[in-house]
């Protein structure tokens, strides 16, 4: 969402209300004002469109009937580089307003009928206000979990020490606005009658600690994530028995908000596997030893990252929440049926985790988007098993599933993305996989949709079956799911999975 400056600043957000009657912008503009809205005003559209695109705001308001130029013709040209403004139309009357299908096409967020109460169209900005929030919250999580990301191989730097405090202190920094950011490490050799602390700092206010403080802080913190002190965010640094031996104490401009708190939890693990990982890398240069754990526990790290990415991707659309975890759990249960050996099945089931991770690259507008699809943005759909298998391929202990992740959505007759495999050609954790997308999918609510009964899935499935999907592994599936102990145990390791709209047999 790009904001107005002062936007970022406060807890206001900017307004631009666009009318040739000076009269109405200035009793808007007044009317908001009192709201605690930072609310601009122009008369001229060709104005308007200029000072939103050098501008940064969060709504515009502006009447439908204007010379020189209309509203929606004000919208059209708004639109081609702003796709990001919320926009509600005012109108004279009802039946002034442009049909839906424009409405839609220029993704106008709602109109008002024009009276001398405003009461409407408060309520219609403050539901706009809401989705700029959540837009907020899911962006700045997102943007976090990248620069997390992009952070992790000087992190995870095993040359030197202050290499790897530098780069934890400069990667906090950047993550959220904050005046200071203290690391305070355990410094004791092994041979000390007590306990030394170290710390590194940058930025300014921060005030300096002895030893019993610092454990005092330390004692507290066992047990909790993270400690928030007005605005201070205090995260625990784990040994490998998860006991704090340091912190990471983060002061923001304002109070922090859940979502923040989040994000610095995630990274104050990463934190702790990064430092425990160059501790034990000291430590084999003098005894040679414990290699293995310290690539173990950076294996974790990654998947934990990915595994949040994955979690980021299905809580974006409340209708697809808990996908991954049913096709994974369905494709790892098509596997055991078929026979296979547990690391086949091992390889479907992770692959069913992580197989829509690459929707990350999607734009939540894309992605997101209630009506259909134009060809362009279909193709950044058809994108993602590719883009999913590349942000995995960097993980060396992700390569066995690859081939899984990439081919998800080939079909057995060709007509598949993004390779167009076809039959045996395809890996056949794909083709399972492929089974399990496509019932979930059916079976689940979308925005665009309401969810097949499960007969009327299964019939769909025998359709599809030579098609776009392996006719073995559908007839696998139905056999699997016509049993009862099958939804009973599902109900059971999946206990927010809610089965009763699939199985006849569970009502």
């Known amino acids: 969402m790009r904001l107005h400056k002062q936007t970022t600043e406060g807890n206001a ?23 605690g809205y930072l609310v601009d005003v122009e008369n001229d559209p060709s104005r308007a469109i200029d000072r939103i695109r050098q501008g940064n705001y969060d709504i515009l308001l502006l009447d439908f009937l204007m ?12 639109r081609q580089f702003n796709q990001d403004i919320f926009i509600i139309l005012l109108t004279g009357h009802k039946s002034m307003v442009p049909p839906i299908k424009t409405i839609r096409a220029l993704d106008i967020q709602g109109y008002y009928e ?6 409407q169209l408060e309520l219609l900005v403050e539901s706009c206000v809401k989705s700029i929030r959540q837009m907020r919250t899911v962006k700045r999580y997102k943007d976090g979990l990248s620069a997390i990301m992009d952070s992790l191989p000087q992190i995870y730097d095993l040359e030197s020490m202050d290499h790897v405090t530098d780069s934890i202190l400069r990667t906090a920094s950047s993550l959220l606005p904050c005046t200071s950011v203290v690391l305070t490490l355990d410094d004791t050799s092994s041979d ?6 170290y710390s590194r700092a940058t930025g300014e206010g921060f005030s300096t600690m002895d030893a019993q403080q610092v454990q005092l802080l330390l004692d507290s913190l066992v047990g909790r994530s993270s400690l928030v002190q007005d605005k201070d965010v205090i995260l625990p640094v784990l040994d490998n028995d998860q006991c704090p031996t340091g ?47 310290a690539y173990s526990q950076l294996k974790n790290s990654y998947l934990e990252m990915i595994s949040t990415m994955r979690r980021v991707v299905d809580a974006k659309d409340t209708y697809t929440r808990g996908h991954s975890d049913r096709v994974s759990y369905y494709a790892e249960h098509i596997a055991l049926s078929l026979g296979h050996d547990p690391q086949f099945c091992e390889r479907v089931r992770l692959a069913g985790l992580f197989h829509d991770v690459g929707k990350l690259s999607i734009p939540d507008e894309v992605l997101l988007k209630p009506g259909k699809l134009t060809e362009e943005e279909y193709e950044l759909i058809r994108r993602h098993p590719a883009n999913g298998a590349e942000l995995l391929s960097v993980i060396s202990q992700f390569r066995p599933i690859l081939p899984a992740v990439r081919s998800h959505h080939e079909r057995i007759d060709g007509r598949g993305y993004p390779d167009g495999l076809a039959g ?18 059916m079976t689940s609510e979308r925005q665009y949709r309401k969810s097949l009964e499960f007969q009327a899935a299964m019939a769909e499935l025998e359709r599809c079956k030579g098609t776009q999907l392996d006719p073995r592994i559908v007839e696998a599936f139905q056999a699997m799911v016509r ?14 999975c809610t ?4 199985n006849p047999t569970l009502g």
Request: aromatic share 8%; proline share 5%; charged share 25%.
């Open 13 to 35: 957000f900017s307004i631009l209300t666009l009318d040739d009657d000076p009269i109405m912008t200035s009793t808007i503009q007044s009317y908001f004002q009192r709201s």
């Open 67 to 78: 010379t020189p130029m209309c509203g929606d013709q004000v919208v059209e040209q708004v």
């Open 114 to 119: 024009k009276s001398d109460r405003f009461d």
């Open 192 to 197: 000390a009658p007590q306990r030394h602390f």
């Open 247 to 293: 912190f990471l104490s983060i002061r923001l401009q304002e109070a922090p908000k859940y979502d923040q708190i989040q994000l610095m939890e995630v990274f104050a693990r990463q934190i702790s596997s990064a430092l425990n990982n160059t501790h034990l890398h000291t430590l084999l240069q003098e005894k040679n030893h414990q290699l293995d754990q």
């Open 424 to 441: 045996d050609n395809i890996p056949e954790e794909a083709r399972i996989i492929a089974v399990a997308d496509t019932f979930d999918a």
């Open 483 to 496: 049993q009862p102990q099958f939804w009973a145990k599902l109900k059971e390791d999946l206990p927010g």
């Open 499 to 502: 089965t009763s709209q699939l």
